[in-house]
C-alpha cells in the first residue's frame, strides 16, 4: 500500500520526501503543577494528534485543491486520513493553521508554490 494523504475525503499531492512530522501532543488538567514538595502533579486529559505536511513544488491547481479542503469558513472542522509512522492509517478530524504561499516562480508558464505547508491540529 502506497503513502495515504486524504483530506475530507480527496486524494492530496504526495508531500515532499521528509515532509511529514506527526506528533501527539498531551493536555493537561487545570491543577497540573509543581506541589509544596517539588513533585509533579495532575493528570492527562487528552492526547490530540498534530500533523505537519509540507509540499515539493505545487501547481496553481493543486495549491486550490489542498485550500478548497482545508479554508472553510463554514466548517473549520475537517476529516484527515494519513498514513501512521507506527503503521497502518491514522483517522482523526482536524482544524488547519494560516496557509502561506511561497511562491517559486515560473515553470511552464504558471506560477507555482514551492515549501508550501499545512499544521493539521486535532479538534
Not at 502506497?2 to 493536555?27: A, F, R
Not at 509540507?54 to 479542503?69: A, D, G, H, R, S
Amino acid at each position: 500500500m502506497g503513502y495515504v494523504l486524504k483530506i475530507n475525503g480527496v486524494t492530496m499531492p504526495t508531500p515532499k520526501h521528509n515532509g511529514v512530522s506527526y506528533s501527539e501532543n498531551k493536555i493537561w488538567s487545570t491543577n497540573t503543577g509543581r506541589n509544596m514538595n517539588g513533585e509533579m502533579v495532575g493528570t492527562i486529559v487528552a492526547i490530540k494528534k498534530k500533523v505537519e505536511i509540507e509540499f515539493p513544488v505545487l501547481t496553481p491547481n493543486e495549491v486550490k485543491l489542498i485550500n478548497t479542503q482545508v479554508s472553510s469558513k463554514g466548517n473549520p472542522y475537517v476529516p484527515i486520513e494519513i498514513t501512521s509512522p507506527m503503521g497502518g492509517t491514522e483517522r482523526f478530524t482536524c482544524y488547519f493553521g494560516d496557509l502561506v504561499y511561497p511562491v517559486y516562480g515560473l515553470i511552464k508558464g504558471e506560477y507555482c508554490v514551492n515549501g508550501f505547508k499545512l499544521d493539521g491540529i486535532e479538534k
